[in-house]
């Protein structure tokens, strides 16, 4: 039994008012929120780092399948539960802690927008806390990890939105979102790009829809919901009984992306080719601009990053046919129900010698392979790796 996970995108419509956009004021409006939700984040990222045994207690758990108790590690619900215990003032509780009242700092802060950003600090936190011991234990000098940052995309909990949705006339859909305006909290309705794709999608049957994420651009404003679905399949080691096994091997190198090869009984049935299209030869005379430019402009600025569109640029076409041969890679094991994907272990890769732009070509193809392994986890129901 697996899960599949995708994302389905709605963008609000922040064209001109006079084309149907939204108003100044309500673009400014999601800015506003995004900042005090970060704030918050910061808020409680401090708390919980100051708090590290809390975060890592072990408490009794039952199994939810079972029903065994065993000792395990203190779920995300419970430390919801003390964290807003220790900050939040309520009346039955009017005296948090005197250096984390949340409710004196954050005035009138929505119950919702709270609980999601407890929940991100959780997981980011633990996650520090994690990587901080193992590197700890590692006994190296370099590596520490960093501490977290607050930044984050906003998650909509039930209660901080509302799509209105008229099927009659996809133009006047609305979606209904609780913003900060500067001064206090309100309802503000933000027209969308409703289409027949995003209602194709979130109508499908068998896709459990989860709370969205409200993601904010330079000059873009959208709403990311997150979709998940059960997949039955049979494990590795049945499978590998089945005398007409179909297996989907997968090779994956820096000109041709990969080589997608479906065999049975013994005997290739089908091989596909995915070309990087010169992708490697215009990455890397990007990456020789970089390096040029970095080299001319001396000794970096703390705090600045140089050659920024450059290197948006360089990672958007990395992400592109990233999706791109994942989805070729779905795409094969579609044709062939019940097979099994076999990917090549991906070990830690040094790129050694050459310029700094062939190092940082080389780096950058090293990461594209990643992520294409990745993704077609994602778009696959079936992984084994071998090595």
Known sequence: MGQA??????????DRRDQGGTNTDKRHCLAATVKVLDAARHFYLEFLLAHPKKLLERVEVIAKTTGEVKEGLISADRLLTWAEFQTVATEDHRDPLPDWNFSRAFPGFPTQYRRSVIKDCIGKARGYLTALHSWQQSGKQKGRPGVPTASNSPTLYAGTYRLELDSLDMRRSFVRLKVYTGSQWEWVHYPTRYNRYFEQRRAEDGWEQGSPQLILGPRMAALHFLQ???????????SKRDPH???????????????????????????????DG?????????LKRVAKKQWQSGRPVTGERSNRQLWQHIRRQNKDVAHKTARAIAEACEQYPG????????????????????????KQANQLKGKINQLAKEDSTVLKKIG
């Open 339 to 362: 097979c099994v994907l076999l990917f090549e272990r991906l070990r830690t890769i040094r790129t050694k010698g050459g310029s700094k732009s062939r190092r940082l070509n080389r």
């Open 5 to 14: 996970v995708r994302t389905t995108k709605l963008a609000l419509d922040l």
């Open 245 to 275: 096994l179909v297996t989907v091997a997968v090779d994956l190198n820096v000109k041709q992306l990969a080589v997608i090869t479906v065999r049975q009984h013994g005997k290739i049935i089908q091989t596909r080719f995915v070309s």
């Open 228 to 238: 998940k679905k059960t997949i039955t399949a049979a494990k590795i080691v049945v």
């Open 278 to 286: 010169g992708l490697d030869q215009h990455r890397y005379r990007h």
